[in-house]
T-cell receptor, first 112, second 111 residues
Framework: GQQLNQSPQSMFIQEGEDVSMNCTSS?????WLWYKQDPGEGPVLLIA?????ELTSNGRLTAQFGITRKDSFLNISASIPSDVGIYFC????????????FGTGTRLQVFP | SAVISQKPSRDICQRGTSLTIQCQVD?????MFWYRQQPGQSLTLIAT?????????ESGFVIDKFPISRPNLTFSTLTVSNMSPEDSSIYLC????????FGQGTRLTVV
């Protein structure tokens, strides 16, 4: 079945550093979504990507839709303590685009 | 953007009992989705709840264990039945499957 693998699994960085994480799949996705989950909360949508090669920014966050449609990348510039959380990629399933499949997640810790 | 409220936000339950989780959306939506997030894991879709018809369950999830109601276009419930410690998870509801908004989750601990 479809799977989304994220790397790295976790990151421990200093405040002010830039962060890069990615999401890969063995199958093609037509949409990529990036979510952030704060402790004790539900996921919140950060960025949505709809076209291969698309680069979209949301403040300090930038995400790219890989040209092969099998991967996506999320970058966070100048990290701050509130960036702490788990970042998930997600995409609609092949057989029903109303349903989402989620990646394995990247846990980010930011130290002051 | 939709506002989705879940109740309870957390609970500790005895094994063998059942818990019903409520999900309220501030606007009418055609489909609502229920997810399970086991400790340290990603989100896994349990079922899709449609108003006026039975919920559609994903592989590995059955109606007897996770009965779902969808009485109108803004509300749904998920019951976790005959609970065991393995059911300890965060349960989340969302509105549309596409660019979904999520409730804050229900953290369930079964002892």
């Amino acid at each position: 079945g479809q799977q989304l693998n994220q790397s790295p699994q976790s990151m421990f960085i200093q405040e002010g550093e830039d962060v890069s994480m990615n999401c890969t799949s063995s199958s093609i996705f037509n949409t990529w979504l990036w979510y952030k989950q704060d402790p004790g909360e539900g996921p919140v949508l950060l960025i949505a990507l709809y076209k291969a090669g698309e680069l979209t920014s949301n403040g300090r966050l930038t995400a790219q839709f890989g040209i092969t449609r099998k991967d996506s990348f999320l970058n966070i510039s100048a990290s701050i303590p509130s960036d702490v959380g788990i970042y998930f990629c997600a995409g609609p399933t092949r057989y029903n685009t109303d349903k989402l499949i989620f990646g394995t997640g990247t846990r980010l810790q930011v130290f002051p | 953007s939709a506002v989705i409220s879940q109740k309870p936000s957390r609970d500790i339950c005895q094994r063998g009992t059942s818990l019903t989780i409520q999900c309220q959306v501030d606007s009418q939506v055609t489909m609502m989705f229920w997810y399970r997030q086991q400790p340290g894991q990603s989100l896994t879709l349990i079922a899709t709840a449609n108003q006026g018809s039975e919920a559609t369950y994903e592989s590995g999830f059955v109606i007897d264990k996770f009965p779902i109601s969808r009485p109108n276009l803004t509300f749904s419930t998920l019951t976790v039945s005959n609970m065991s410690p393995e059911d300890s998870s965060i349960y989340l509801c969302s509105d549309s499957g596409f660019e979904a908004f999520f409730g804050q989750g229900t953290r369930l601990t079964v002892v």
